[in-house]
């Protein structure tokens, strides 16, 4: 077998070309099939590991990934998560895009026959999904595993030219429209829109590859849909952040795809803008260190919570960063697919490649997703899980982007050792060879060879993390190699040409913020650095904090493993020993082969001095208009720590030439006069850059983001500022007695039902009553919640709210609740958290509190700390409401039979000595 790894970079064919400039919306990269790369080094060994056991094994060791399609109408009815439709589809296009990669017949044989077999399962209406006849693309998530389904078919006739493949994708497609267009439904009877709705980027992708008008007007229907379920238009053209979206799960981002298909059929550049403002805002603030996407599947912004990473929501994540590198050619969004592959990426691959993860923590273990995530697993299909069919699409991601094409040539984003094969527009053959891992070494050179006689372009990405990057062609220093951005070069190439580039990769450090305050990462290069217990004497209870006044006294050290007469996968690829605070060496590896053995890692390292946390820009929102006159600007920032801040604007995205402006401030909010700013917007369409410098003691931080923007237009309306919260003199949200038929002292009383009122509080029944509460704004940091209740009865085998503040799934800033006879208080925010439970009686009275400070929820029973836990610092939430004995938005029984008294609600964190006052009041 010839083992030799073969990446088909996509590179840009003549007839291609064509009908790209033949679309409505152009993209400024293509990816182009046809194109190869033989791999060295590193990234080689993990695609032949996944190659071997996962890819050559899967279908076999899993017979059900075909089987559950073959028996979905037989008896007893297949009990299948509602998205085991997904599994086929998902390991198909990762199958196709390793085939770009590899020479391996058997990987060829063995797609070409799960692609058979699963055609073969289609029922005669065109169905691809593994329920009964009646659900058929009702309910479920079966159109998002038509979704998948529809792709891997398209993927596969592009690749093969298989006719049946796109026949069968087709007839699945025309299923949809059957179903949906022009008949009495919509998708969004479907349910579960974050994931159904990705059907109309499937349909508006047939659109385009087939002409079908049907195609297009079903996915119209379904962007209509949007506006009752994720938005994503909308949301993205008013400023919205995507995780203060309606649905900022991480299936969402396969519907955000759809705004590219859109912009590319209409070219509205409402899609375009919508779309590019939606990576903006996931980039700025939920892009994790490691490149990963995702706080408990959704987006959060809060990248620093020790909270779940799902490896779908990284491969979701990368697939919207290659479809932003082809819209807009940004260098930062190579750089950003490069850092996930990396680190989060490649971190969730065991060098095995036996297994892949579910969550791939910044701190923590690596655990196999048929572990965590077990509950995935039927008969027949013991291994398969949405992670682990999905996941090996990191490697297969680099035959998207690792070279693509421009108009006038060829694009090299990828620094990685290997060959390149592929044709330029004009049909030549051409081949460009990389000598070594440049993101490794800090140096390669490279070389083209094509029959080419006409000059054509060859743009090289200069990473944004390379400090003094030196280009020479042909021992010629060539001007204009400039960190984050392309390096253009035309010319005649020939096969003596050598493109030498080199770079200093000296360990960076990034700040940390909100969980990770006081805390660095370290980086070498786009390599994350994470201690392992696996390579140092001492545990992570016992870390040294890092020297950052010495850090360029750190080394590059022979990596180690812990087996000596074993051969094995499990040697890092990097170790660097650093300076630290008490002098004993701290040796880190790179962030992939950390936690390899089992052993516990960290990424977020404790520092001596640490520098401040870093401010993130709120309003105006990233990409708006303001108007002539004063302007509000705002940002997230550490508050009461001697941090000040410095407001910095430029013409220029990266401040090149520094800051043209600016002011410093103490707080976290200033007002200038946008007449200081118009000198630097050339022209009205001249965007704005602005960007916050934290300052302390320490030093200063910069957020490791794309800075916001935004354009003077004096006919923009003013600004829409966030309703400020109307409080009372100490911070109260709400003040409600519930004795007798006294109204709210403060705050508003939506609905109230209730069996009874007296002087002593309010009842409910426990079984359809509750008070609900107006909060016009949560508080995003601190907040305590004080009532008096008297339980009559413990609900029973269920859940029951005292206080409730629910908004949706993973959504609950706070609930107070009462479950298996103990009390406990909890907040869901992209995971769930909660305090230890204390047993309660029946009829008796209770002083509660639920006070939350910066990253700690503390629960109050009579005016003692009975329990506390970690939790986000800061919280995004769309509740509007709370609701004392019940739940306010969830359809199920929650309800709480008890009487209440005494609520307040304060948008500050009461102090122990507050809440013992409050407790002893009647």
């Known amino acids: 077998m010839n083992s030799k790894l073969l990446l088909p970079v996509i590179l840009l064919l003549a007839a291609a070309s064509v009908r790209s400039a033949d679309t409505a919306g152009p993209l400024t990269f293509e990816s182009i099939p046809g194109a190869r790369f033989e791999f060295q080094g590193p990234v080689s060994q993990r695609v032949q590991a996944n190659i071997e056991h996962w890819l050559l094994r899967a279908p076999q060791a899993n017979p059900g990934m075909i089987e559950m399609f073959r028996v979905r109408d037989r008896k007893p009815v297949p009990q299948l998560v509602p998205w085991a439709g997904e599994f086929v589809g998902k390991y198909l296009i990762s199958a196709v895009q390793v085939l770009r990669m590899t020479d391996d017949p058997r990987l060829r044989r063995q797609v070409e026959g799960v692609v058979a077999e699963f055609i073969a399962t289609q029922a005669e209406d065109g169905y691809l999904g593994p329920f009964p ?66 059907i109309l980027t499937a349909l508006a992708l047939l659109h385009r590859l087939t002409g079908e008008p049907r195609y297009l007007r079903m996915a119209r229907e379904v962007e209509k849909d949007w506006e009752r379920a994720g938005d994503y238009l909308r949301s993205g053209l008013d400023g919205r952040e995507f995780f203060r979206s309606p649905k900022p799960r991480w299936e969402s981002l396969h519907s955000l795809q759809g705004l590219v298909e859109l912009w590319r059929i209409t070219g509205e550049p409402k899609y375009r803008e919508a779309f590019e403002h939606h990576w903006r805002s996931i980039r700025r603030w939920d892009r994790r260190n490691t490149g990963g996407f995702s706080s408990g599947e959704q987006a959060t912004g809060n990248p620093y919570a020790p909270t779940a990473i799902e490896t779908c929501c990284t491969v979701a994540w990368m697939a919207l960063t ?89 694009v090299v984003n990828w620094l990685g050792a290997g060959k390149f094969t592929g044709k330029l527009p004009d049909g030549t053959a051409v081949t460009v060879t990389s000598a070594r891992d440049a993101w490794l070494d800090g140096t390669t050179e490279l070389r083209v060879s094509t029959t080419a006689t006409q000059p054509f372009e060859l743009r090289v990405r200069i990473p944004a993390w390379v ?41 960076r450090f990034v700040a940390g913020a909100n969980e990770a305050t006081g805390k660095v990462s370290l980086y070498r290069g786009p390599v994350l650095l994470a201690f392992d217990q696996a390579q140092n004497d001492f545990d992570e209870d016992a870390l040294p904090s890092v020297n950052l006044a010495r850090l360029g006294e750190a080394r590059v050290v022979p990596p180690q493993t812990a087996f000596r007469k074993l051969e094995t996968p499990l040697r890092p690829w990097l170790a660097v020993e650093v300076p630290t605070a008490d002098g004993r060496p701290l040796r880190l590896v790179d962030f992939a082969s950390a936690g390899a053995c089992g052993t516990r890692y960290r990424s977020w390292l404790p520092a001596q001095l640490p520098p401040p946390p870093p401010a993130f820009t709120q309003i105006p929102p990233d990409a708006g208009r303001v108007p002539t006159g004063p302007i509000v600007f705002q940002w997230r920032g550490a508050r009461g720590r001697g941090t000040s801040y410095r407001v910095e604007f430029s013409a220029d995205a990266a401040f090149a030439a520094g800051a043209a402006w600016h002011t410093n401030v103490a707080t976290t909010r200033v007002t200038v006069d946008s007449s200081n700013l118009a000198a630097l917007a050339v022209t009205p369409a001249t965007p704005i850059f602005w960007r916050v410098v934290s300052q302390d003691a320490n030093g200063e931080t910069i957020a490791d983001v794309p800075p916001a923007w935004f354009r003077i237009d004096p006919a923009a309306p003013p600004q829409d500022l966030p309703p400020e919260p109307k409080l009372g003199p100490s911070g109260e949200i709400i003040v409600h007695s519930l004795r007798g038929d006294a109204p709210p002292q403060f705050g508003e009383l939506k609905s109230a039902k209730f069996s009874g009122r007296d002087a002593e509080g309010t009842e409910v029944n426990g079984s359809d009553q509750m008070l609900i509460y107006a909060v016009p704004a949560w508080p995003d940091e601190d907040f305590t919640v004080s009532l008096r209740v008297l339980l009559k009865e413990h609900p029973r085998q269920r859940l029951g709210q005292v206080f409730s503040a629910w908004a949706g799934v993973m959504d609950d800033p706070l609930r107070i609740v009462v479950d298996g006879g103990k009390l406990f208080a909890r907040i869901e925010a992209g995971s769930a958290f909660g305090t230890p439970g204390l047993t309660i009686e029946t009829n008796r009275w209770y002083p509660l509190a639920a006070v ?54 304060y948008a500050k964190a009461l102090s122990a000595e507050e809440i013992q006052t409050l407790a002893a009041a009647r």
Request: net charge neutral; aromatic share 8%; glycine share 8%.
């Open 133 to 198: 006849q009646a659900d058929r693309l009702l309910k479920n998530w079966d159109l998002w595993g038509h979704y998948h389904a529809i792709l891997a078919l398209t993927m596969w006739h592009e690749h093969s030219g298989d006719a049946a493949a796109l026949a069968a994708a087709r007839k699945a497609a025309d299923l949809v429209c059957a179903t949906y267009l022009d008949t009495h439904r919509r998708v969004l009877d479907a349910r579960d829109p974050e994931m159904n709705m990705s």
């Open 852 to 905: 939350k400070r910066g990253a700690r929820l503390t629960l109050y029973v009579d005016g003692k700390s009975v329990g506390s836990c970690a939790v986000p610092e800061f919280l995004t939430t769309q509740a509007q409401d709370c609701a004392l004995g019940g739940n306010p938005h969830f359809g199920g029984n929650e309800f709480l039979a008890a009487r209440f008294a005494d609520f307040r609600f």
């Open 322 to 410: 290659v479809d932003y590198l082809r819209l807009t050619g940004d260098a930062r969004a190579a750089d950003d697919l490069e850092l996930a592959t990396l680190n989060g990426g490649l971190g969730a691959q065991h060098p095995s490649g036996r297994w892949w993860t579910y969550n791939t923590p910044m701190d923590g273990v690596r655990e196999a997703s048929a572990h965590t995530i077990v509950f995935q697993a039927r008969a027949g299909t013991p291994e398969l899980n949405c992670c682990s069919v999905n996941a090996p699409r990191v490697l297969g991601c680099l035959s998207d982007w690792a070279v693509m094409s421009s108009p006038n040539g060829l």
């Open 467 to 507: 400090r003094k990057p030196v280009v020479k062609l042909n021992d010629a220093t060539v001007d204009g190699a400039v960190p984050g951005q392309y390096l253009k070069l035309t010319r005649r190439w020939t096969e003596t040409d050598r493109l030498q580039v080199s770079f200093q990769m000296p360990i």
